[in-house]
């Protein structure tokens, strides 16, 4: 099982970027995967996820409206996409597998999607820095 994060990199405030998570050693389409960023000196933040059982798509206050999370079952990928950066989004964005079950034992979904300990594999991290 893995999953590799890509397309990270330097862009100025307001401009955009797409990450890709490609997975490899399992069905993608049957996990829910999500993303998640750490900035230097704060926790880990789940910011997007997207359920197996239904598709459904969560997103954190702090970035919704901005970044879009899609799959591709065919290509086993995730994407980002972000927009209107601002140095507050400047973190090592993760992906990462829940392994279920699902349902999830829980009335807050949401928020068990977009929680960290939900997921037991995750991807090395790719860097996006925000600054002009």
């Known amino acids: 099982v893995q999953l590799v994060e890509s397309g990270g990199g330097l862009v100025q405030p307001g401009e955009s970027l797409s990450l890709l998570c490609g997975t490899y050693?399992?069905?993608?389409?049957?996990?829910?995967i999500g993303w998640f960023r750490q900035a230097p000196g704060k926790e880990r933040e789940g910011i997007s996820s997207i359920s197996s059982t239904n598709g459904n798509i969560y997103y954190a206050d702090s970035v919704k409206g901005r970044f879009t999370m899609t799959r591709n079952n065919a290509e086993g990928t995730v994407s980002l996409q972000m927009s209107s950066l601002t140095p507050e989004d400047t973190a090592v964005y993760y992906c990462?597998?829940?392994?279920?079950?699902?349902?999830?034992?829980?009335?807050?979904?949401?928020?068990?999607?977009?929680?960290?300990?939900?997921?037991?594999?995750w991807g090395r991290g790719t860097q996006v820095t925000v600054s002009s």
């Open positions: 990462a597998l829940d392994w279920g079950p699902y349902p999830p034992d829980t009335d807050d979904v949401s928020n068990y999607y977009l929680s960290s300990n939900s997921y037991e594999s």
């Open positions: 050693g399992f069905t993608m389409e049957l996990y829910a």
